[in-house]
């Protein structure tokens, strides 16, 4: 892996690179600073957030030794994975998914973390099987997109946390699909220590009968902190390493 001390004087020649060593560098530091401060021994793994970037920014950030990358979109990710079949880049799908873009998700990506209903569940193992048969690939790694919203007026996303228990049970039995464990996005205006506390005791009770689910991806630019210190083993960090969404022509 390339060394993060090292990488501004990599970069002379292309500006963009060297912007994002220094800010993925300072991405680094704030993680091992939070790892250190909730006394824990297991660093959570990186996800760089591209979306709405360019696939030469994924090109460069494997270059700095980044491994994974995350996309909302399917029409995006397709392309950008399709076009950088040469990089050792796992492919992390995190938006909204519908279930007729299984068969498109199924064909590049590593994981998706955004399972939130029982008929995706079908329609990726449906998905990953076709794609199995026809290469080989690995089972998809799954994450149940849990809500952590407390009122009807702001929805980030997810299932509810009663039927969890339903969802994990439905991919642990279906071929071609690994329950990973859980995923959630803190709500809006909320405080952030509290919606991951309300996640650490929700991915508790899911290991009780399931212990092999013990991943947790919760965490992005502005709240990385309050996850790594609730239990986090995956980061999905966009804007503080690639900065704003570049302008549409």
Same mark, same amino acid.
């Given at each position: 892996?390339?060394?993060?001390?090292?990488?501004?004087?990599?970069?002379?020649?292309?500006?963009?690179?060297?912007?994002?060593?220094?800010?993925?560098?300072?991405?680094? &530091?704030?993680?091992?600073?939070?790892?250190?401060?909730?006394?824990?021994?297991?660093?959570?793994?990186?996800?760089?957030?591209?979306?709405? &970037?360019?696939?030469?920014?994924?090109?460069?950030?494997? !270059?700095?030794?980044?491994?994974?990358?995350?996309?909302?979109?399917?029409?995006?990710?397709?392309?950008?994975? !399709?076009?950088?079949?040469?990089?050792? #880049?796992?492919?992390?799908?995190?938006?909204?998914?519908?279930?007729?873009?299984?068969?498109?998700?199924?064909?590049?990506?590593?994981?998706?973390?955004?399972?939130?209903?029982?008929?995706? #569940?079908?329609?990726?193992?449906?998905?990953?099987?076709?794609?199995?048969?026809?290469?080989?690939?690995?089972?998809?790694?799954?994450?149940?997109? #849990?809500?952590?919203?407390?009122?009807?007026?702001?929805?980030?996303?997810?299932?509810?946390?009663? #039927?969890?228990?339903?969802?994990?049970?439905?991919?642990?039995?279906?071929?071609?699909?690994?329950?990973?464990?859980?995923?959630?996005?803190?709500?809006?205006?909320?405080?952030?220590?509290?919606?991951?506390?309300?996640?650490?005791?929700?991915?508790?009770?899911?290991?009780?009968? &399931?212990?092999?689910?013990?991943?947790?991806?919760?965490?992005?630019?502005?709240?990385?902190?309050?996850?790594?210190?609730?239990?986090?083993?995956?980061?999905?960090?966009?804007?503080?390493?690639?900065?704003?969404?570049?302008?549409?022509?």
């Amino acid at each position: 892996m390339t060394s993060p001390g090292n990488d501004e004087a990599r970069w002379d020649g292309d500006a963009r690179a060297a912007e994002l060593a220094g800010r993925l560098l300072a991405v680094r &530091h704030r993680i091992e600073a939070a790892t250190v401060a909730a006394a824990r021994s297991d660093a959570p793994r990186l996800i760089v957030v591209t979306k709405f &970037h360019p696939a030469g920014d994924v090109r460069r950030l494997a !270059a700095l030794g980044i491994t994974d990358v995350g996309e909302n979109r399917d029409q995006e990710a397709a392309a950008k994975a !399709a076009g950088l079949t040469d990089l050792d #880049v796992r492919w992390h799908f995190i938006g909204q998914l519908q279930s007729n873009k299984a068969k498109s998700v199924a064909n590049y990506a590593s994981s998706v973390q955004s399972i939130d209903r029982p008929q995706l #569940v079908d329609a990726l193992a449906k998905a990953v099987a076709r794609e199995q048969d026809a290469t080989g690939r690995a089972d998809l790694d799954c994450f149940i997109q #849990v809500s952590l919203d407390n009122d009807a007026g702001a929805h980030r996303g997810g299932a509810a946390p009663a #039927v969890v228990g339903d969802l994990a049970a439905r991919i642990e039995t279906a071929a071609g699909l690994r329950l990973c464990g859980l995923m959630a996005v803190a709500p809006l205006g909320s405080d952030p220590e509290e919606a991951f506390a309300d996640l650490s005791r929700i991915s508790a009770a899911l290991r009780v009968d &399931h212990p092999s689910a013990t991943a947790i991806s919760a965490g992005m630019s502005q709240d990385l902190e309050a996850a790594v210190k609730f239990g986090a083993t995956h980061l999905r960090i966009g804007s503080d390493i690639l900065g704003s969404r570049p302008a549409v022509g």
